[in-house]
């Protein structure tokens, strides 16, 4: 096989990153919480009980979108492409609410057990992956956001996956759309304009310079590390949860 010569500056390219990121996934696909959500002698009801411990990322994501990569009145092409990423990115939390009323997660508490729950050691994973990013984020160049944006889109990609398959075969008892962690969130993920070719090609040959190429590389390694640790969390979490509440749910559509 002949040599392929490389152009000089195809490891200063954004391209480069992608690759990484790539590489990446592939191992973050290989996480314990994706084994136990593959599981089928499992109840797909339990292997979605984490759903209510990810609540304080997912509801602060949408904050992570409005303050930290949101930047109003840019001539920068790079920012008007997080800008667009965050726009498209930044309700979602209602599909959120709509699958935790769907999971049978809608419980009654009271507004301090509530507030008790999103504050308690068990979420605590889901929190810190927030505040992190927003350090990351508030440290970084244009450039570097991009390179966390694409980081997180890259774990979306391999996380809700999972969850699609699982609601899938939670659709075939009880007939109802899950919404966030179904198709619906998939296709609008796929749908976002960032994945045009063309705007994909423009990602792609972004030159990002020496120092913050490493940068870049160091902060692929820290978003992925960040969000192994989050699943961890979420499996412990769902292992330790009892399906009453949400099997009694279930019972009450069947009847419906």
């Known amino acids: 096989m002949p040599n392929i010569k490389l152009p000089n ?12 990121i790539e590489s990446k996934q592939k191992v973050y696909a290989q996480s314990p919480l994706f084994h136990f959500m593959k ?61 935790m009323e769907s999971l049978g997660f809608n419980c009654q508490l009271e507004m301090n057990d509530a507030l008790f729950f999103l504050w308690h050691e068990e979420t605590k994973a889901s929190r810190l992956v927030t505040y992190e990013l927003y350090k990351y984020i508030a440290e970084s160049t244009e450039i570097e956001k991009l390179v966390i944006l694409e980081s997180l889109e890259g774990l979306a990609d391999i996380f809700l996956s999972f969850t699609k398959k699982v609601t899938e075969e939670l659709q ?25 070719d063309d ?39 769902a292992q330790a949860q009892s399906l009453e509440c949400q099997l009694e749910y279930s019972q009450m559509l069947k009847a419906v």
């Open 9 to 20: 500056n195809y490891l200063n390219e954004m391209k480069s990153i992608l690759a990484l």
């Open 39 to 99: 599981d089928q002698s499992i109840n797909p009801l339990k292997r979605l009980a984490f759903v209510p411990c990810s609540a304080p990322f997912i509801l602060g994501f949408t904050d992570l979108c409005k303050y930290a990569f949101y930047q109003e009145h840019t001539n920068s092409k790079i920012q008007s492409i997080l800008n667009q990423h965050a726009y498209e990115d930044a309700n979602h939390w209602q599909w959120f609410l709509e699958d």
């Open 172 to 196: 075939l008892t009880t007939n109802k759309e899950y919404k966030y962690f179904g198709g619906l969130h998939v296709a609008a993920e796929q749908d976002h304009e960032a994945h045009s």
């Open 199 to 237: 705007m994909h090609e423009y990602i792609q040959n972004i030159y990002i310079p020496e120092e913050n190429k490493q940068h870049s590389i160091k902060l692929v390694e820290k978003v992925f590390e960040l969000f192994t640790q989050w699943n961890q969390g979420l499996l412990t979490y």
